[in-house]
């Protein structure tokens, strides 16, 4: 979990833990793939990697006048998470996924639209396509400036046939 692009079989690793925390919480596996689907494009479900591969916050927002994104989801601006979790931040990879259930539990960072109208509790614990959440969890939660929601269906569908192998406890 450095500040790097992780490999397929990286990316494979993180995706059993993730999938095994989320589980527990009441995920389906539908919603789980859809969410690695996006981290893939986000962070390659990479939790210590940094918004451009910057090496410092700073330096990045004195270049883009913002702070970077940061973590799994790439949280923008990285204090959004950083000042949430407290000290161990950059080590207590967990933390990020606490942070997830922390944003479902009090309805922060998820505003469901027209287009997908599903609250953050109902998008985890939904059985439509991992297609379908992947688009959900896009434009409800993610919102970037450049969506690309068929990569992020595709990658989810992936993710989904890849969970199937994988046992959830």
């Not at 989320?22 to 986000?42: C, I």
Request: cysteine-free; charged content about 20%.
């Amino acid at each position: 979990s450095e500040n790097w692009y992780l490999s397929a079989a990286e990316q494979q690793n993180n995706a059993k833990i993730i999938y095994r925390y989320l589980y527990a919480k009441g995920w389906t596996r539908n919603a789980g793939a859809a969410l690695l689907g996006n981290m893939e494009v986000e962070s390659t479900i990479n939790p210590g990697i940094w918004e451009s591969l910057t090496s410092s916050p700073e330096s990045y927002y004195s270049a883009n006048g913002r702070y970077p994104g940061y973590g799994l989801v790439q949280w923008t601006p990285y204090t959004k998470f950083s000042e949430w979790a407290g000290s161990d931040w950059r080590s207590n990879h967990n933390k990020q996924l606490d942070r997830l259930i922390y944003e479902l539990e009090n309805g922060l960072q998820y505003y469901p639209p027209e287009t997908y109208p599903e609250t953050f509790r109902e998008f985890s614990q939904s059985t439509k396509t991992a297609y379908y959440l992947a688009g959900a969890f896009l434009y409800n939660y993610e919102r970037p400036e450049s969506p690309n929601a068929k990569d992020r269906g595709e990658r989810a569908v992936k993710w989904w046939d890849f969970l199937a192998t994988v046992s959830p406890v």
